[in-house]
């Protein structure tokens, strides 16, 4: 009897979990084979939220209890294996830290996608376009600012770029303006005295400007998204070097070259370790 409050208190952090986890799909763009023009959906694994173009949003009570059961049912597996196999394994968890970790993460996400639609302003502009919108998550920065209930990952609105070489720059603005972020915070990282979570959320920020261009080049190509399940399906990137006159292959070797080096920085102890396991199983 003395393990039951145990046992409820991991089961209500279960279904927490599965509510939780449910309402964030919520912002998961998840389209049918066949939909309406003029109508989003939203949910993961199954469709709970659709939105319409005038219309009121329409919320599906069962797809979201269904989504509920779900990814409670997930939970509970997760949660059994941190109680019980974590231990036999010997790997132990921290939850205070893993919580540290997700809202560093979410903080950082959230800087690196507003620096990647500044640098689709900054580009954009520079080359003679106007910013007439701009919106990261659900914070709409420009015309005026204002919390709205629709999430988007990002998207800034340039007009007035009136040739290719212009649109171009201006699409392949944001990636490369994360990549370009990515190379400096891995640069000043080293050589400058911050503290621990200081250091842990510039680095968390550097990897995901490293991944920014990888992923929305190949991605999309797969059929998914810039981010796996959300942001752009085509691949700005791409599509924006292109335009400005760079051949594919030139192209695809730049953005393996920068991924490359910025691989190599942020993880220099997996390769250093990685070397000496080599060197050391080599024969006398």
């Not at 760079?246 to 102890?269: E, H, M, Q, S």
């Amino acid at each position: 009897m003395a393990s039951l409050p145990l046992n409820r208190k991991y089961l209500l952090a279960a279904i927490f979990l599965g509510v939780l986890v449910s309402l964030v799909t919520g912002i998961v763009e998840n389209p049918p084979d066949f939909s309406v023009i003029g109508y989003k959906y939203y949910g993961y694994p199954l469709v709970w939220r659709v939105t319409k173009t005038l219309q009121p949003t329409e919320f599906r009570l069962t797809s979201l209890f269904i989504n509920v059961l779900f990814w409670t049912a997930i939970s509970i597996l997760a949660i059994l294996f941190l109680k019980v196999a974590a231990p036999k394994l010997r790997f132990e968890v921290d939850y205070g830290a893993a919580l540290l970790f997700v809202i560093i993460l979410a903080l950082s996400g959230f800087l690196m996608d507003l620096t990647h639609e500044l640098g689709h302003v900054a580009w954009g502009v520079s080359v003679g376009g106007r910013l007439t919108y701009l919106k990261v998550a659900f914070l709409e920065i420009y015309p005026r600012p204002a919390l709205t209930p629709e999430f988007q990952l990002g998207l800034a609105r340039i007009e007035g770029l009136k040739t290719d070489f212009a649109y171009g720059l201006m699409l392949l603005g944001g990636s490369l303006t994360t990549n370009i972020v990515s190379w400096i915070l891995a640069i000043l990282i080293p050589r400058i005295n911050l503290g621990h979570k200081t250091r842990v959320g510039m680095r968390i920020m550097g990897i995901l400007g490293l991944l920014d261009l990888p992923l929305y080049t190949i991605l999309p190509h797969l059929g998914l998204r810039h981010w796996f399940l959300i942001g752009g399906r085509t691949p700005e990137p791409l599509l924006g070097a292109r335009k400005i006159g760079v051949p594919d292959p030139i192209f695809y070797a730049a953005v393996a070259l920068t991924t490359l080096g910025l691989a190599l920085l942020y993880f220099k102890p997996f390769w250093e370790k990685c070397w000496m396991s080599i060197k050391s199983a080599r024969p006398p």
